[in-house]
């Protein structure tokens, strides 16, 4: 008995569309995003993005976004 392997790529199209139609968009992007690692330095990020604030400023602008 032979067994024909699919390519990877047509599993995975499969998975993705199976996953869309059983779990809905949303649900189906939750479970995805699980699996993603993210990328760049945060802490430098973060540290060059507030540098020049302070905390009273950074909850002033959230307060101002929640308006």
């Known amino acids: 008995m032979t ?3 699919k ?5 995975n ?3 993705v569309k199976v996953l869309f139609q059983q779990l ?3 649900d189906a992007v939750r479970f ?3 699996f993603i690692t993210g990328f760049g330095d945060y802490t430098q990020e973060r540290e060059k993005f507030f540098e020049s604030k ?3 400023d950074i909850i002033q602008e959230i307060e101002n976004q929640r308006k």
């Not at 390519?7 to 599993?11: A, V």
């Open 24 to 26: 809905g968009a949303v």
């Open 54 to 56: 302070s905390l009273a």
């Open 32 to 34: 995805l995003r699980q």
């Open 3 to 5: 067994v024909d392997a």
């Open 13 to 15: 199209q499969l998975a």
């Open 7 to 11: 390519p990877l790529i047509e599993i």
